[in-house]
């Protein structure tokens, strides 16, 4: 039985995650992932008085963590000196680089092994992904659009999710 509520409170989740992901977009993981790190920091600074006061010991450890993840919190929630957009935007420019070495390996294959067919598609492959990349990095637009069909993607996953548990099914 805990099982299944566990499992309505994460379809949950998913839904309002990917319905705020659709409308806010990739600021939405900072929000996410701040109150994550306040909440946890949080627990942490509670267990640690609790250890505190039954043992009279702390180790270093544990009041670091707990004090590193309300910072981190904080910094998601109200600053800018750290956020996802940075990393996604490091993700997205690494897999440009997949884009050229996809497309360079595929003229590789055409030249080198004579295998045109795969080559072709190697190279194709490469052009696709090179060009979403670009779009995604200068096309505001663009990236609103990924957002929107991304937290689509997520709360449509979630309604699913919950229609499985109130009809007694797990998704596979």
């Known amino acids: 039985m805990k099982e299944k509520y566990a499992r309505i409170i994460a379809a949950v989740i998913l839904i309002v ?30 267990l640690n008085i609790i250890s505190l006061a039954k043992s009279k010991q702390i180790t270093f450890g544990q009041l670091f963590l707990s004090t590193a993840l309300i910072v981190l919190g904080v910094c998601f929630i109200w600053t800018h000196y750290v956020s996802f957009t940075m990393l996604i935007n490091l993700i997205v420019l690494l897999i440009l680089g997949l884009g050229i070495a996809l497309f360079a390996y595929g003229l590789f294959t055409v030249i080198l092994s004579k295998k045109v067919a795969i080559g072709v598609v190697e190279m194709v492959l490469g052009i696709v992904v090179i060009v979403f990349t670009i779009l995604y990095l ?13 937290g689509i993607a997520i709360a449509a996953y979630g309604v699913l999710e919950l229609i499985s548990v109130l009809a007694n099914k797990k998704l596979k």
Do not use: E, H, P, R
């Open 138 to 150: 200068n096309i505001s637009d663009f990236q609103k659009a990924f957002w929107i069909v991304t």
């Open 17 to 46: 995650m990917g319905i705020i992901i659709a409308v806010v977009g990739a600021g939405a993981l900072d929000l996410y992932f701040g109150i994550g790190c306040l909440v946890a920091g949080g627990v942490l600074v509670i």
